[in-house]
């Protein structure tokens, strides 16, 4: 336990006052620590707070993308955010900092997604079925029946013993944690812990001390409210010992009320599992030892009484785990992928940004933004498609004529006719009889045009071309595909012939010439103008 501090000492003091007076100060305070764990783990700080935990937790969604839990709080902003709102957050070190006003923030791991103990019982019964603890059952409970009745075996014996249930403790604290798979092998019979099983015999035998102790101050009664209290109070002190290694928290009355507290109801639902969990292990021991000789049946009724002990310390885990934000600390799945910490790529911050300043409304600020991104990066496609969009859902005609070039360029990249013509329409009311002033641009744009049958937005975009651009090596393919535009598209065969004779004159050394004069026989015929097949005869 740690220490208490001298205004600590002062709050537990008023708390034992309360409670004095009204036993149901406890569902109306909420009493404890911030937090009973500490990032190590357990440091039973009692203080008060105001909020009521009683009954079941309060799952909070992120404030931006309803129906994703939270993994962080704002305590100044009153904000909730997702993995999303967060990426350059680093969950490993529960360290974020809010995206509104900078400040820190509360790490709030798996609290606002675990699913509820009860409904994943059939994940607790195959639990202890998982290779290792497996093992652990099989090493612990059929190892001493080989061995010989002798000082040698009955030491081995009690070695496994306390391995096994070094184990079983050690489940407590490796689910709490977040990890839905059980402790590796090597858990049981390395490390330390071992002092386990010894410490959790001083805390029977100080909870013993009390009965006893109540017994002789008040009599019967009060030592069968004391035999009440212990009973109750058994589950949350196995789950302190696990997680503190304390036999000071472990029977401290007021931890261990702190922590049923803030469970609230489901507490007493899992108590009632336990009970008909350990009902259900005596009755399957008694049917072993009843119904098998006794070389089989006791073995057997040693891996019964383990593996429904694993069940029953993994539900044990799994409550603290699902009523982390209440018991004040933070843990998540750690069967999830990892994550490489926070994003180095500033990217994703700015995806993060102007998709809650979009959901806020904030578009000035969001358009800000964009243009930073794209002095930075000028052709980021990404960018430039938030700001067609942006800039198409506000009517912002203006804006989209500032960043024209780069916008249509975008646009022609990705074969999106339908931008490029509102792009076009929309620039035509910013400035009327808008040309665009970029050759190969044009004609890449009139291509996109084209292929999706918008062939008088073709011959807009490339009218006069010869004019307006007398030099440019673009000039056969602008007027091959006028000349398609007009035949294929608008039935317009004279115009097409001319703009197919005009090139066979004027560009003579272009590669494209050569094509021209299928597309004036093809004109001729009045079929419709198509590219000159490739031949891979002989001699060709």
């Known amino acids: 336990m740690a220490r208490l501090t001298k205004s600590t000492r002062k709050q537990s003091t008023m708390l034992v006052i309360c409670l004095a007076q009204d036993w149901r100060a406890l569902s109306t305070v909420s009493v404890a620590a911030p937090s009973l764990w500490s990032a190590n783990r357990l440091s039973a700080i009692m203080v008060l707070t105001k909020r009521s935990t009683i009954g079941a937790p309060v799952k909070n969604d992120c404030h931006y993308h309803p129906g994703t839990p939270a993994k962080w709080h704002c305590g100044d902003c009153l904000m909730h955010y997702c993995n999303n709102c967060m990426p350059d957050a680093d969950a490993r070190r529960q360290q974020g900092f809010c995206p509104r006003c900078s400040d820190a923030m509360r790490y709030l791991g798996a609290a606002t997604e675990v699913v509820p103990f009860w409904n994943r019982l059939p994940a607790f019964f195959r639990y202890p079925f998982h290779t290792d603890p497996l093992m652990v059952v099989a090493i612990c409970t059929l190892v001493p029946m080989l061995l010989s009745a002798n000082l040698v075996g ?68 009060l030592a ?29 009355p007021f931890n261990l009320m702190v922590l049923i507290s803030r469970i609230g109801w489901p507490y007493f639902l899992l108590y009632g599992y336990i009970i008909l969990l350990t009902l259900a292990s005596a009755a399957a021991q008694e049917f072993a030892l009843n119904h098998f000789a006794p070389g089989l049946a006791n073995p057997l009724a040693g891996f019964l009484n383990s593996t429904f002990t694993l069940i029953l ?117 910013i400035e009327p009889g808008f040309r665009l002033d970029d050759p190969e641009l044009a004609v890449a744009c009139a291509g996109v045009l084209y292929r999706q049958g918008e062939y008088k937005a073709v011959v807009r975009l490339l009218q006069d071309f010869h004019k307006r651009f007398p030099a440019s090596e673009d000039l056969a393919p602008a007027y091959l595909l006028m000349a398609q535009a007009l035949a294929n598209g608008l039935d ?15 560009c003579g050394g272009h590669p494209l010439h050569g094509q021209v004069a299928a597309y004036l026989a093809q004109a001729g015929r009045r079929e419709p103008l198509k590219e000159p097949r490739a031949s891979f005869a002989p001699g060709d």
Request: glycine share 6%; charged share 20%.
């Open 313 to 429: 310390f993994h539900m044990l885990g799994y409550l603290l785990f699902q009523y982390q934000e209440e018991l004040g600390f933070a843990s998540d799945h750690q069967e999830a992928p990892p994550t490489d910490g926070p994003a180095r790529d500033r990217s994703r911050r700015v995806d993060a940004d102007i998709d809650m300043n979009l959901k806020d409304g904030n578009y000035d600020r969001v358009m800000t933004m964009l243009k930073e991104c794209l002095k930075r990066d000028p052709n980021d496609a990404l960018r430039l498609s938030q700001l067609y969009r942006l800039t198409s859902a506000r009517n912002d005609a203006v804006e989209q004529h500032r960043h024209r070039f780069r916008l249509l360029a975008w646009a022609a990249a990705r074969n999106e006719g339908s931008v490029i013509l509102h792009l076009l329409q929309s620039f035509g009311r």
């Open 154 to 221: 009955l030491i081995v014996s009690l070695i496994l013993l306390l391995a096994l249930f070094k184990y079983t403790y050690a489940v407590i604290r490796h689910t709490a944690d977040g990890h839905m798979k059980p402790p590796p092998l090597a858990t049981a019979f390395t490390g330390d812990g071992f002092g386990i099983v010894v410490l959790q015999l001083v805390v029977f035998f100080l909870m013993g001390g009390l009965i006893f102790s109540a017994a002789l101050v008040g009599g019967p009664f």
């Open 224 to 252: 069968m409210l004391a035999v009440a209290f212990v009973v109750l109070a058994v589950p949350a002190s196995i789950m302190v010992l696990a997680m503190e290694h304390s036999v000071g928290a472990a029977v401290n």
């Open 492 to 506: 317009q065969w004279d115009k097409a012939i001319a703009f197919l004779t005009y090139v066979q004159k004027k």
